[in-house]
């Protein structure tokens, strides 16, 4: 399951995400502020839920059941997420592993002017929770960084009440295209300095196995478009250039087939 041979320790992980908040890559204006209302303007069509029509509508669908009930995000990021179901009337604890990503998210919700139950620090591999404290959990584009998922799942399940949904967007899919590309050589493809120190993919009986205790309730393949990447070097010019615009060209169900975003929607027992 591991692609890459670099550290894949819990302060190799933190190290990288603290120094790469997702979302500030995106800023090139050396003028827009890290934590300002422009900043959060700038990043917010980058970030999943606007760049991904399926996010939003997953957030709307989900949000409707936990009106008025508890949802723990984990690596929660810029808080974009966590803030879409606040808005909906949602009772969110944003959390993540690196304190840089809590600070932004604090700001953020100061900015828009919002109030979570909390916004802090935690490790899902080791959550400070007590059992059955959540009524939902949700992780976008997080556990496959974690060097653990299993031990992400457990923790999940262990956090939620029974009957809890755990809604995970998205593990990483193999086989893939980005699966294929992840293994060419060794230059970065997906982010533009470095790329993180732990990303696992998993064949979908994979992740189908780590949800014991769970009923799977949904299962899709997503991301089935590629989207230009920001950043230079041959292999990423490869891909802009000559990749993604064959890609776009395979027809909607097939390319579904080779998607390299697989989520899962699943109920605690
Ligand atoms: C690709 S970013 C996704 C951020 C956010 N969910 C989004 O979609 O914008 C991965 C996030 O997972 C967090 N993360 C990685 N390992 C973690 C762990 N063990 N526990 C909690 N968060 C973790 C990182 O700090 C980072 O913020």
């Known amino acids: ?39 959060f303007d700038h990043v917010r069509p980058w970030m999943n839920p606007f760049k991904f029509p399926w996010i939003m509508d997953r957030i709307d669908r989900e949000a409707v059941g936990l009106n008025g009930k508890h949802l ?4 929660c990021g810029l ?18 592993l690196t304190p840089e990503a809590i600070e932004l998210t604090r700001r953020h919700f100061d900015v828009e002017g919002v109030q979570a139950e909390s916004v802090h620090v935690e490790n899902v591999l080791d959550l400070t929770f007590e059992d059955n404290a959540f009524d ?14 299993q031990q992400a799942i457990r923790e999940i399940r262990r956090v939620l009440k029974p009957g809890g949904r755990a809604i995970i967007s ?3 899919r193999k086989p893939s295209w980005m699966h294929l590309l992840s293994r060419l050589g060794r230059e970065n493809i997906e982010y533009k300095d470095e790329d993180p120190p732990v990303t696992d993919f998993y064949t979908e009986a994979e992740v189908l196995s780590m949800f014991d205790g769970f009923v799977v309730e949904e299962t899709a393949n997503e991301h089935y478009r590629a989207l230009p990447i920001a950043r230079s070097g041959l292999k990423a010019s490869l891909y802009n250039m000559a990749f993604k615009p064959a890609y776009n060209l395979v027809p909607e169900l097939a390319a579904k087939r080779l998607a390299y975003k697989f989520s899962v929607t699943a109920v605690k027992q």
């Open 136 to 149: 939902g959990v949700w992780a976008n584009g997080v556990l496959h960084h974690t060097g653990d998922t």
């Open 1 to 39: 399951m591991q692609v890459q041979t670099k550290e894949r320790s819990v302060e190799a992980v933190r190290g990288y995400w603290n120094a790469h908040t997702l979302g500030k890559q995106y800023v090139l204006n050396a003028g827009i502020v890290f934590g300002s209302a422009e900043f």
């Open 79 to 96: 808080g974009y997420d966590s803030f879409e179901f606040l808005k909906r009337g949602v009772k969110v604890t944003s959390t993540d």
């Open 72 to 75: 723990l995000e984990i690596g």
């Open 170 to 172: 998205h593990f990483y």
